[in-house]
């Protein structure tokens, strides 16, 4: 919000003769340029694109709906998709990725969907890629589904997704209520979808599409005899032998069920899809649930106002950026990105002079705390929801462990400039939602806390993801819940009754077991939900430095080395998102977030004036450009191992809060390259 503006960013670089004020003067500019981007409602948003199923899954609605894509959309997704486009026609699980069937054949199909003919360059690519890979037959499982509601493959050739499975008892080990609340709320739809065998009508395009995708007449395919194919390049989690025996199990149910209990299990799944469209203003979970969810409306009342409300907020997912439009991977990155930009600017010794850009983002902190729990959540399989803030906004309605701690640490640290403090009944919900989640082995998952054993993994069917099954702890959750609570100890612990306080210390002492347990053997921490290793490792020193570790703890030791022994020739760190994957640490050129990461580790770790962190906040200076930005580089970004994501503001605020660390725990000068080697 503030209100110098500043133009887009330019292609020199920022002065890299360094001087004395070369980190101050970094932090000023990026200060300006943060606060531009800021939005009128006080939040950051960003760009939050990579996934390359996600649009194509978008077109599929908006055409079984007979909704067609406005004219001005529709040249955006086309000039997004042929940017994602491979030199060999073939497209990648994300934008960064080599080429898959399963996002080729849906790519392709978006192509045709928006109105180029088969014989355009770029679809005749694609179509030669499909053909050369083993048709759409190989596509991976969630392709295959997309396919079939639109008429352009048969439910004989799916692996069976029971309604019926809903019916169970919760306490029964395959219930979906015990899996990851993403697979369970993905699988509700389509389990509903495929319980009604849901198809669009045959047209034209259906025609053309059958004769486009296969390389024989579609009437003459068998495609029961495809359930298991699979294109080599779709696989990263290969059907495990208990999963075949499942479905083989779940397949002979299927060709003798009970119409009754069919329709019965179908009344369940439809009262638990409009519980969740009620609970997040139909917004849902997230972008591929809100497509399924709507098609489930669609087929059941293509007129009715649930279908209509549907397929408006589902263009609260499109984003228009840089490359085109495209699908973002949630309604927005709103609190995400505020709780962390806000904190980065209190990092530094300017913030006051910014106090309209952080009155802005209080107040947008403020509103989107989850005030009341949803009504009989129990019944749905939910999480309390008092105190906590979800990763977007209060209206999406899925409060998650590390934006509710992210959001309670930023609204905490804004009273050190003298904004107002949240009451003390919100603070208080808030420490209390965070210790409800802490699984049993001290970490915290994401939305709630691990119902399933980590067993269940054996029965991904996804093909293309890896951890779907389970929520368990994970490194990055464990540490901003750890770093909240010991900032509300530090500062409200006498404010409170000392069962609280009693109850906050065991939790701290339980979460630190837990990320020394999770440290890696070479030093590093293995994160989930960025790339990877840089991150998970900056997470692991924050936690257990809010643990109260001692500079000279070994594991701290053991992570620097770490950091240290990949640290690039000219200061900074690069690492691949091949690492996500590979579960290794694959380097890359130097990157400003992965950077600033690392940087922050080691100052948090005690190794501010280590010469080795001079050479990285250089290597910040110089790449930062003359607006203030740093450069857009590398998907910083991942789920499920294999997706990487963009995060648009990372580059904005890490680098920010990095350098802001270095300068406050150092003697805070540059000096020259030669000098800090």
Known sequence: ??????????????????????????????????????????????????????????????????????????????????????????????????????????????????????????????????????????????????????????????????????????????????????????????????????????????????????????????FSDHRNTIAAGDVYTPASWPLKLVNRILGFYERFHLAGLRKRALARLAEHIDFEDQATHFIRIGPVNAVLNTLVHCFRSPHGEATKRSFATLEGYLCDGHDGTKMNGYNSTALWDTAFATQAILATTE??????????????????????????????????????????????????????????????????????????????????????????????????????????????????????????????????????LALWRRRFAAKNDSGLVRRVAVAMRRGEIFLRQAQRDDGSWEGSWGVCFTYGTWFGVRGLCAASAPTGDPALARACAFLYAHQNADGGWGESGTSCAERRYVGARSHAVNTAWALLALTGAGQANDPRCARAAHFLVASQVDDGDWPRQALSGVFNKTTLINYENYRRYFPLWALARFKDESRGLLTSPSEAS
């Open 351 to 484: 913030a006051g002079a910014h106090g309209e850009t952080l009155r802005g983002a209080r107040t947008f902190i403020v509103a989107n705390q989850v005030l009341e729990d949803l009504p009989d959540y129990r019944r749905y399989h939910r999480h309390p929801s008092r105190g906590g803030w979800p990763f977007s906004d209060r209206e999406h309605g899925w409060p998650i462990t590390d934006c509710t701690a992210e959001g309670l640490s930023a609204a905490l640290l804004l009273e050190t400039v003298g904004l107002p403090a949240l009451p003390d009944e919100r603070i208080r919900a808030a420490v209390e939602l965070i210790l409800s989640w802490q699984n049993s082995d001290g970490g915290w998952a994401t939305y709630e806390r691990q119902r399933g054993g980590r067993w269940l993994e054996v029965l991904n069917p996804s093909h293309v993801f890896g951890d779907i099954m389970v929520d368990r702890s994970y490194p990055e959750c464990t540490s901003a819940c750890l770093a909240s």
């Open 1 to 222: 919000m503030s209100e110098q503006q500043v133009g887009p960013a330019k292609a020199g670089r920022a002065e890299a003769s360094p001087t004395e004020g070369l980190c101050e003067r970094a932090i000023s500019r990026a200060l300006v340029f943060l606060g531009s981007r800021q939005e009128p409602d006080g939040a950051w948003r960003g760009d939050y694109g990579g996934p390359m199923f996600l649009l194509p899954m978008y077109l599929a609605a908006h055409h079984i709906g007979g909704r067609p894509v406005e004219p001005r959309r529709r040249e955006g997704m086309v000039t997004y998709l042929r940017a994602a486009q491979h030199a060999d026609g073939s497209f990648g699980l994300h934008i960064e990725s080599s080429g898959c069937l399963f996002t080729t054949v849906l790519s392709y199909v978006a192509f045709r969907l928006l109105g180029l003919p088969p014989d355009d360059e770029r679809v005749a690519l694609a179509r030669a890629f499909i053909l050369g890979h083993g048709t759409a037959l190989a596509c991976a499982s969630w392709g295959k589904f997309v396919l079939a509601l639109l008429n352009l493959y048969d439910y004989e050739g799916l692996p069976p997704i029971l309604p019926e499975l809903w019916l169970l008892p919760a306490r029964f080990p395959l219930h979906p209520s015990r899996f990851w609340c993403h697979t369970r709320q993905v699988y509700l739809p389509m389990a509903h979808l495929y319980g009604m065998k849901a198809r669009m009508p045959a047209d034209d395009l259906t025609y053309a599409l059958r004769r486009e995708l296969y390389d024989r007449p579609y009437d003459s395919i068998r």
